[in-house]
DNA sequence: ACAAAAGTGTTCCTATTACACCCATGG
DNA sequence: CCATGGGTGTAATAGGAACACTTTTGT
């Protein structure tokens, strides 16, 4: 771990009490799989904690730019460099930490779980992809920032069309479908959701259907994002409403 | 000024490097007044920035309660302890405090501006509310944090009754109308949106006329919020969906 | 030919919008 | 009695919810 260079406190002492606290970003790393959400947790190889699991975090140096940082952790422990991610807020607890003040920035973050290569070796973590829902006791205050994070992905999905980054570049309307039920805990009208989902129209049918299909019946077509489209409207303020 | 008490790293020098960031709270505090939102600001009295506008805002102890921190900045900057408040986010540029890494949390929050009592002789700074929409240029990077603040206010007044804190205890159903025509920023039909508060059922009818009432015509009957109710509904997780 | 999943329309009902007059009060 | 703002109902429309069968394909 090398010291870097960052300003210091220029304009004498009355404000170097100030500057003793470090910052830190966590990350709930959502993804999708078996029809359950999914966060990612690492058991901890170092203290204080250590063997706990807990969020993917890590401290910053106070000459970084945090989204930087935010970046080089989901990517540390997915592997994969394709995900979407928003700030949640800051968690401030002043015992939060055990070895000083130590406000830690959280992130939720939609990743296709396909995309992921973890415990890679470079990784000093090993890590999991665990249900939400069972989320297991976490080091720091963990649990409270997964539930924060849970609270904005109901939010989110409860009213618009987003998360679709946690499903393959290519996907079928039923894996939509699931995702939803799996996010708003209840199932919904096949006939219903796929009408208001094409109604938004960012949705291109490729005309592929899925392959390998190794259920029986028909091999559901495959759809893609029109993601130019989906971020020019969402740049215009488009709500993409669902319900 | 005086120096506080609070926990130093304790496990050895590889972890002092990150001790050095200083962190603060910035409130946006919302007010209506003359039909328009207003934000309240300050005339810095000090370096960095003296002389220009900026938010109530302020360092932060690192052994102190964020919350404390923003309840006291608010406080000393509206002279009333009544308010609502939520975190934004933080806003971390590295560049955003000259003097350092500080990282600002970032507040919203309802007022009643009469309610206030503005540049009270302890307040260092004299404050003025200022029409949103007509915000000067800012100390740091408050402009950013205004304007955070500003979709924060239109995402949570577009689809919930809420910001009923703006207004005094009592109110008529006019003045609601005219706060949601301000935050959405065009007018609402006064029968539909009458129908639609009064049928959320949280409103209580004083039967008290306005008074006084120096318009002409019939003064109008002044409202209460049913805040128990409010309060359970909303811990049920209950939305007070307007649109 | 059968089992399993994909894909598709219609009806009913609720919710939203648009719209105009009478009432109470004070000058 | 007139000017001003408060307060009220209804009809037309759009959007959401409930609901079942036909088609395709692999075994």
Redesign the interface.
């Known amino acids: 771990?090398v010291?870097?260079q960052?300003?210091?406190?220029?304009?004498g002492d009355?404000?170097n009490?100030?500057?003793?606290?470090?910052?830190s970003v966590s990350a709930v790393i959502f993804g999708f799989q078996d029809k359950r959400i999914k966060v990612l947790l690492v058991k901890r190889s170092r203290?204080?904690f250590i063997n706990q699991f807990a969020l993917p975090a890590g401290?910053?140096?106070?000459?970084?730019?945090?989204e930087d940082r935010i970046n080089g952790i989901i990517q540390q422990a997915t592997g994969t460099s394709h995900f979407y991610k928003k700030?949640?807020?800051?968690f401030?607890?002043?015992t939060r930490h055990?070895?000083?003040?130590?406000?830690s920035?959280g992130y939720y973050s939609f990743v296709n779980v396909n995309d992921c290569k973890l415990n890679s070796k470079d990784s000093i973590h090993t890590s999991s992809w665990c249900d939400l829902g069972m989320i297991p006791h976490l080091a720091f205050d963990h649990n409270e920032i997964v539930e924060a994070a849970h609270r904005r992905l109901l939010a989110k999905m409860s009213?618009q069309l987003a998360g679709l980054e946690l499903l393959p570049d290519k996907f079928t309307l039923k894996m939509v479908q699931e995702l939803y039920e799996a996010s708003l805990g209840h199932e919904l009208d096949k006939r219903n959701f796929r009408r208001k989902l094409l109604s938004q129209e960012i949705l291109i049918e490729t005309g592929e259907q899925q392959s390998p299909w190794e259920e029986s019946g028909k091999a559901p077509l495959l759809y893609i994002l029109d993601k130019p489209k989906y971020e020019q409207m969402k740049a215009d303020g488009h709500q993409f409403l669902l319900f």
């Open positions: 771990m010291q870097q960052f300003p210091l406190p220029e304009m009355e404000f009490p100030f500057f003793q606290s470090a910052f203290e204080p401290l910053v140096y106070p000459n970084v730019v945090i700030q949640i807020r800051a401030a607890d002043p055990p070895m000083g003040r130590v406000i920035i009213s």
